[in-house]
């Protein structure tokens, strides 16, 4: 009896794996077959949420599902990158990952609660882009040479937004303060818009932001603008210097986001959804849009990707401990 009672057990657990080898491929084949969640870990107004946003809208053709975003802030980028770290892994949870939350979360955070290359799959990287110092408009020095000497010579006396730890703008304007040895007092604001709520009013001195949403702002004579980020000029702002050309050498910071899925996610899914954002970045009316608005496209293969995540991931973490910065 107790044969036949192991024989039928066995049986039963043969059935069930067979079961649901038999699901997997069915469940590849109709993904996916409801609403998709793209987690942006920033408040909206910024490059992360636009770039969300766009591909919310972009790949619902490729993909026959709508995408929805989910602003999830807090800690700069940390809480909404958390959220799709521990997110189940089936391909219905995306987060729009860069510079920020892929890299500079490591070397800011004792304990961040998740890996950037253990604990996500790059589905691809979307574009690059530049910060710009900027300023209010009646702020008297109009150089960063005077902003720095005028720093030096009154400390404490000019203050610097932050959108938040661990944003690119929180990053570069660390990096300003470490390669001027000046003394700017940070205002931390969550996120881009507050931050520049106050800085048009006149409340706070100097902002450093993503260029293609400080560009509006520049234009319209509201804000000044000192120097870009970025490795060359800005083709939004190509009058205005970089960091090196306007006398600081080694502010330079490239940033760079892309789409990001649980790494356990299914690999059926994985390519669907790496075929999908290909053709949305193959579209001449996405690469225009995207280029009008000072991103310059990143065009790379998984394994390139892949690569090149990792490589960020080690890196800024490394500058971060070598430039003093101790994560809290």
């Known amino acids: 009896m107790q044969q036949v ?8 657990c043969l059935a069930a794996a067979l079961a649901v ?10 993904f996916p077959d409801h609403t998709i969640r793209i987690i942006v870990p920033s408040p909206p107004g910024g490059g992360y949420d636009l770039i969300g946003r766009l591909l919310s809208e972009k790949l619902y053709p490729e993909l026959g599902q709508p995408l929805v975003v989910e602003n999830r802030t807090g800690a700069g980028t940390l809480v909404g990158t958390q959220a799709a770290a521990s997110a189940a892994p089936d391909g219905y949870t995306l987060l729009v990952g860069g510079l920020a939350n892929m890299a500079f979360n490591a070397g800011l955070y004792k304990e961040p609660r998740y890996d950037a290359v253990r604990d996500f799959t790059a589905i691809g990287l979307v574009g690059s882009f530049s910060y710009a110092l900027v300023g209010r408009r009646d702020l008297p020095q109009h150089t960063l040479k005077e902003i720095i000497g005028y720093a030096h010579a009154n400390p404490g006396k000019l203050s610097i937004a932050s959108a938040g730890t661990g944003t690119g703008q929180h990053i570069a304007s660390l990096m300003l303060r470490q390669l001027t040895k ?8 969550k996120g881009a818009q507050p931050a520049y709520t106050d800085l048009l009013g006149g409340r706070v001195d100097l902002f450093f932001d993503n260029t293609t949403t400080a560009q509006p702002l520049a ?14 000029r800005d083709t939004l702002m190509p009058k205005v210097p970089t960091g090196p050309e306007a006398g600081v050498d080694g502010l330079v910071l490239d940033g760079w986001i892309g789409l990001f899925a649980p790494s356990k996610t299914p690999a059926p899914a994985v390519a669907k959804l790496r075929t999908a954002l290909a053709k949305v970045m193959q579209s001449p009316e996405t690469r225009k849009r995207l280029e009008s608005g000072g991103w310059r496209i990143i065009d790379m293969s998984p394994a390139q990707t892949e690569a090149f995540v990792k490589a960020e991931a080690v890196k800024w973490p490394l500058f971060l401990r070598q430039a003093g910065i101790k994560p809290e």
């Open 219 to 232: 234009d319209a004579g509201r804000i000044q603008v000192y120097a870009t980020s970025g490795s060359k």
């Open 5 to 12: 009672i192991s024989r039928r057990r066995l049986g039963w």
């Open 182 to 189: 000046s003394n700017l007092v940070e205002v931390p604001y």
């Open 21 to 30: 080898v038999g699901i997997v491929p069915a469940a590849a084949q109709t």
